[in-house]
Every structure is written in structure tokens, then in C-alpha cells.
Nanobody, 116 residues
Framework: QVQLVESGGGLVQPGGSLRLSCVAT????????MSWYRQAPGKERTRVAT????????TYADSVKDRFTISGDIPKNTIYLQMNNLKPEDTAVYYC?????????WGQGIQVTVSS
């Protein structure tokens, strides 16, 4: 079973930066997509950014374009999310996911809080 472990969350002031990491283990797939999602209290989980393992193509939610960057060390099944110019509305639990066809694996989530 694929396991995903996130790290790097915490408390940061508005305008600050954080870098999230996600390591996937027990990966049986040769190609996949890895994504970051987030869920704020009382809201639905929404996709933040995605990277494809073979093409390295990246896509972003409009709300984070030009502020967040997803990258990956694909041979190590690891992805990162560099978050700059953080805003209070970025406060959420951030989840890493790995998708292969209709199968999606999730990490346990990590809290990011943007507050002064």
C-alpha cells in the first residue's frame, strides 16, 4: 500500500514562506500524478497544484498561481510545494496525494497557519 508522509508545515506570518515536502513509499506505479490539496475549516478539500511524474507538467489553482511552486524529485517519489507571499486565506490542512488512474492515495495532512 502506498504511503505518503508530509512535512514542513507550521505557523508563518502573512507575506512569509514555507516549503512542504511529501515522500511516497511502496510505490508500485511507473507513472503517476502527485498533487497538493488543502482543506480549510468548514470548507471542501480543493486541489492546489499537480505534477506529472513523466512529463513533469505542472498545473495550479488560480488562487496560488505566481505564489506557489510545485516540484519533484521523481526518482525519489518526493514532491515539494514552495509557498511564497502567504496570505491568511492560505490557512488550511495541506494534503499530499498520488493518483494512478482512478486510484488515489492520501497523506495524513499537515497544518499550515498564516497569522500575525
Amino acid at each position: 500500500q502506498v504511503q505518503l508522509v508530509e512535512s514542513g508545515g507550521g505557523l508563518v506570518q502573512p507575506g512569509g514562506s514555507l516549503r512542504l515536502s511529501c515522500v511516497a513509499t511502496r510505490v508500485p506505479y511507473s507513472s503517476y500524478a502527485m498533487s497538493w490539496y488543502r482543506q480549510a475549516p468548514g470548507k471542501e478539500r480543493t486541489r492546489v497544484a499537480t505534477i506529472a511524474s513523466t512529463s513533469r507538467t505542472t498545473t495550479y489553482a488560480d488562487s496560488v498561481k505566481d505564489r506557489f511552486t510545485i516540484s519533484g524529485d521523481i526518482p525519489k517519489n518526493t514532491i515539494y510545494l514552495q509557498m511564497n507571499n502567504l496570505k491568511p486565506e492560505d490557512t488550511a490542512v495541506y494534503y499530499c496525494s498520488m493518483g494512478y488512474g482512478a486510484t488515489v492515495h492520501w497523506g495524513q495532512g499537515i497544518q499550515v497557519t498564516v497569522s500575525s
